[in-house]
């Protein structure tokens, strides 16, 4: 199957800094990155659509300003946690179809975000 | 607003019995997965349903889809404890994933 790599896997950051979460497909092109994020014991929430060469769309009550996605090529969806809080720690998790129409998304091995 | 509900959301299985985790969804789909998630690790697939009646099995676990009921039921033969982990079910609305609670599953001897 398609391969989905994340990095880094864990990180531990600052309160009021930024940190920048890479989501790459590795042996297939996508068009199209998801961003889901996991809060401990709960579920995956969908947090924004990321399109190569066009601006993300977020869902609803996701802030684009803190969270900037970058989708710059078909391997590669950035997602950037601009001034994180505590309460943005969280497990980050990015998936992607292996071509336009698959409906089997691949998902990458998530990040673990720890804000102190 | 697409809801998706998983029942139970605790499910202890003793070894070598039958268990079956239900998956209800409110909206139009005839796209459904069935993931599986150990602790501190992300999401393994198991089953992707792409049709009415579709019934997939693999090893130990069986997932069917109606739906015109709108559920999809992932059933589980004979346990064993390394099926011990947590099983989300998800629906596809235009390819977004919209997840159910989870079923966290701990199988006894």
């Known amino acids: 199957g398609a391969v989905v790599s994340q990095h880094p896997s864990r990180v531990i950051c600052k309160s009021g800094t930024s940190v920048k979460i890479e989501c790459r497909s590795l042996?297939?092109?996508?068009?199209?990155m998801f961003w889901y994020r996991q809060f401990p014991k709960q579920s995956l929430m969908l947090m924004a659509t990321?399109?190569?060469?066009?601006?993300?769309?977020?869902e609803q009550g996701v802030e684009k300003d803190k969270f900037l996605i970058n989708h710059a090529s078909l391997t590669l969806s950035t997602l950037t946690v601009t001034s994180a809080h505590p309460e943005d720690s969280s497990f980050y998790i990015c998936?992607?179809?292996?071509?336009?129409?698959?409906?089997?998304?691949?998902f990458g091995p998530g990040t673990r975000l720890t804000v102190t | 607003e697409l809801k998706v509900e998983q029942n139970p959301l605790f499910l202890s299985m003793q070894e070598g019995k039958n268990y079956t985790i239900y998956c209800n969804y409110s909206?139009?789909?005839?796209?459904l997965y069935w993931y599986r998630q150990d602790p501190g690790k992300s999401l393994e697939s198991l089953f992707v349903?792409?049709?009415?009646?579709a019934v997939k099995q693999e090893g130990r676990l069986m997932a069917s889809l109606d739906t015109k009921a709108r559920l999809s039921t992932l059933h589980i033969t004979a346990a064993v404890h390394d099926l011990s982990a947590t099983y989300f079910c998800?629906?596809?609305?235009?390819?977004?994933?919209?997840f159910g609670a989870g079923t966290t599953v701990t199988v006894r001897a």
């Open positions: 998936s992607a179809p292996d071509s336009p129409n698959s409906y089997e998304q691949y």
């Open positions: 042996d297939f092109q996508a068009t199209t």
């Open positions: 990321s399109n190569e060469g066009s601006k993300a769309t977020y």
């Open positions: 909206t139009t789909s005839d796209r």
């Open positions: 349903l792409l049709s009415n009646g």
């Open positions: 998800a629906v596809d609305t235009d390819y977004k994933l919209s």
